[in-house]
DNA sequence: GCCATTACGCTACGACTCGTAGCGAAAGCT
DNA sequence: AGCTTTCGCTACGAGTCGTAGCGTAATGGC
């Protein structure tokens, strides 16, 4: 978050209901006008509180909209399936279902196309957004490793960028598929990604199928 | 293009050197401003032409800047290097090359998110971009199978959702490299996608780098 | 060569949003 | 109490939007 009312400080402290009506209010405006029509005069009608608070609280329309729409990402989480393959694909559509969502999309969009232009901005996008969900990946190949299903990784250095390439290439995917190509991400398009995610272009032969875990139903 | 001189008309024709300026100075805005900042003013005192100029022609800012932004997109070629894993390779360093431009990012990803709440504008960019680099994709995996590389796909449904497939995971995890991360698409970047595309995660391990083609020099 | 037709540059306009400033009132802490 | 900070409200100049109207420039048809 950002406006945590400075702690020792004195005077009237700070609406945290103001905070969550005006996050709320800011999602709400995102499904009904977009990004660009948004506007801070409307949230803060919304959100039933003045035009000024906003301004006191957050620096603009960029920084509010991040704020709102990482909310919206913190109730991923990784199932225990099983098996290395039903974890990826209980992720991905989770995280298509979020997607799925449009005060998601669009925000999502937006603010990353401003931050290329902004350094403050992206850095908040990481810290709140991109970085908190590398966990995923984490306890995934963690727990892939501890099944045997992947071979363990000796060295620190490029364990960590074998996740940041899986992260690319994961949430890359979705967020091309959803708002690219603007196809759903149902459950046989997560299958046919894991599957070559796993055993690559020349696994996605029909054989190859029964070469990973067998895929009964999901218990 | 959008603005062909309604041929059989009579009258005073369209201005096409007009038309180039107007791209060319909305790339030149898109480099200096972003995208939330650019004004369609501003693009006609840049081209030097009249504000309302732009407006007979282009519907709004989205379609202006997609239109500047869709020239972008021609250069990309499939170089014959060889082996399929190659061939990714460099799609992957000129798909980044691209991005790399500023003018690119900005507008690319602005308007893809404008394009969420815009159907038509959607269908712009998937006609004008998306749709006309799955090309690449298709060349790709012919050439692999004519090697040897890629077993053939006889069913054209599920070869036509396998290069869907394929384009989503290539270009996102491209963008979501450039765009979110914001860390760099080197040659060793590319080579580890290749490497988890072609072979799966599985396949990441040292000893199964030797089972791909010897990736020699270029050749 | 003349005329109808269309595009162009220019100016001006109302409507809207932006971000800030100033005010009195409210809500805490000591 | 008294002090401090936030809150809602109003008002403001600055800037952008998209459109309309004008006179002029560039074509094709006759």
Redesign the interface.
Known sequence: MQSRTPAGRTGRPRSAAADTAILAATRAALVE????KLTLGDVATRAGVAKTTIYRRWAGKNELVVDAVAELFDELELPDSGTLAADIEGVVLQFAAILAR?EA??GL??V???S??DDAL?ER??ASI?QRQKRLVLEGRCRAERRG???PEPNAEEAA??V??????V???????T?????PVDAE?AR??TQ??????????DDARAAQAPRGPRT
Chains 1, 2 share one sequence.
Not at 164 to 169: V, Y
């Open positions: 006008l977009g990004w660009s449009p999309r669009s969009m937006s990353v196309a401003e290329i232009r992206r996008i990481r991109v299903e992947l071979p960028r074998t940041d390439l899986i992260f690319d290439i949430a890359g995917a979705v967020v091309h598929r708002l690219v190509s603007a196809e398009w046919s990604f070559v995610l796993l055993l690559g272009l020349a696994g996605t032969a």
